[in-house]
């Protein structure tokens, strides 16, 4: 997993019987005590285990605060069967890429909901993601576009007077119109 500064936590503040009795008690959970969801949740139950719903079974458990956790993989009574397997993968990643998967994930091919495995839905970001060309007051649009034009050799035999008066920033407009995305710095292929 992750450094302990990103690691990702839950705050199991009990149930929703304890909740509507007006008790906040509960615990942090850090997830990278954990492999598995299975595991995470019996030791939810064992912390909670004095608590029971008035038919005499466990009681559904809260989740009041969490970080480090993508929204898609949480709400507020359940955490997603694959988060282990996607904080798994992140961690295995730098910060940069594991930062543009989330975007990925969230904002471009809405995984999970999208019901592809992890496996493909990293392998699909891959092909899809540029990189991070973004930072310190950066245009990402044209720093990219910059990098296209010379990774292509678009101008290549274009003699260099007249090199110079290529439009890279309506180049980009038109790039980024049709076929690339960027978000938060990093630039994406549409597919």
């Known amino acids: 997993m ?4 990103n690691a990702p936590k839950i705050y199991v503040g009990g149930t929703y019987g304890q909740y509507n009795s007006g008790s906040l008690f509960g615990k942090w959970f850090d997830l990278t005590d954990y492999s598995d ?14 608590e029971f719903d008035s038919d005499g079974c466990r009681p559904e ?11 898609f993989l949480i709400s507020e009574c359940s955490l ?5 397997a996607y904080f798994q993968a992140t961690s295995e990643m730098d910060e940069e890429t594991a ?11 809405y995984w999970p909901s999208n019901g592809c495995e992890l496996e493909d839905q990293i392998e699909s970001f891959r092909e899809s993601y540029q990189g991070f060309f973004g930072g310190c007051g950066k245009d990402a649009t044209l720093e990219y576009t910059y990098q296209y034009v010379e990774d292509t050799g678009l101008l290549s035999g274009v003699p260099q007077a007249l090199e110079r008066y290529f439009d ?12 690339y995305s960027e978000y938060e710095g990093h630039i994406f292929i549409d597919y």
């Open 2 to 5: 992750r450094n302990l500064t």
């Open 37 to 50: 969801l299975k595991g995470f949740l019996q030791d939810c139950h064992e912390f909670h285990r004095n």
């Open 61 to 71: 458990l809260m989740f009041q605060d969490w970080e480090n956790i993508p929204d």
């Open 80 to 84: 997603h069967k694959e988060a282990f």
């Open 99 to 109: 930062e543009a998967f989330e975007i990925y994930c969230k904002q471009i091919n």
């Open 168 to 179: 890279y920033e309506a180049f980009a407009k038109d790039l980024f119109l049709d076929g």
